[in-house]
């Protein structure tokens, strides 16, 4: 059995360490630092799933306001991830639950989120929950000096 909480900083380590096995290497201090800009914005949650009677958290949402033109009001998944040794048994699912809950309060309409073309096994999860893919786009990223 597992609990959905809003996360704290004292979840920034566990939460680097599930972002750095799904392949997202972060530090604990870089995740704190990136954890307090948005757990203290109305705009985001972050939200951990925990083990009953052990507080060890096993995954992570992180979901915002995605104000965009071209649609109502809207969210972004911006990270779902959830320890491999205990996929499949719920957890993942419930995450992204509270996280179109979230949204659902906030007035929002529609939920989007993004996977990589490689991972395959997102794609059919995210496909089971309800979730469309309605494009194939390219992203592209630059690096501002500073």
């Not at 096995?21 to 990136?34: I, L």
């Not at 948005?38 to 979901?63: C, K, M, N, Y």
């Not at 009001?73 to 979230?102: F, M, P, S, T, Y």
């Not at 949204?103 to 989007?112: K, L, M, N, S, Y």
Request: hydrophobic share 40%.
């Amino acid at each position: 059995m597992f609990s959905i909480r809003p996360a704290t900083p004292a979840d920034s380590g566990a939460i680097a360490a599930l972002y750095s096995t799904a392949g997202y290497p972060a530090s604990a201090p870089a995740m704190q630092t990136r954890l307090g800009r948005v757990i203290t914005d109305p705009a985001h949650a972050v939200l951990v799933a925990e083990l009953t009677g052990s507080r060890e958290v096993v995954g992570a949402v992180h979901v915002s306001l995605y104000p965009i033109l071209d649609s109502d009001d809207a969210a972004q998944v911006l990270g779902v991830v959830v320890a491999e040794k205990h996929q499949r048994n719920g957890i993942g699912g419930a995450l992204l639950e509270r996280a179109e809950r979230w949204a659902r309060e906030r007035h929002c309409t529609t939920v989007f989120l993004r996977t990589h073309v490689l991972r395959t096994d997102a794609q059919s999860f995210y496909a089971r929950l309800g979730y469309l893919n309605d494009r194939t786009q390219f992203t592209f990223q630059k690096k501002l000096p500073h």
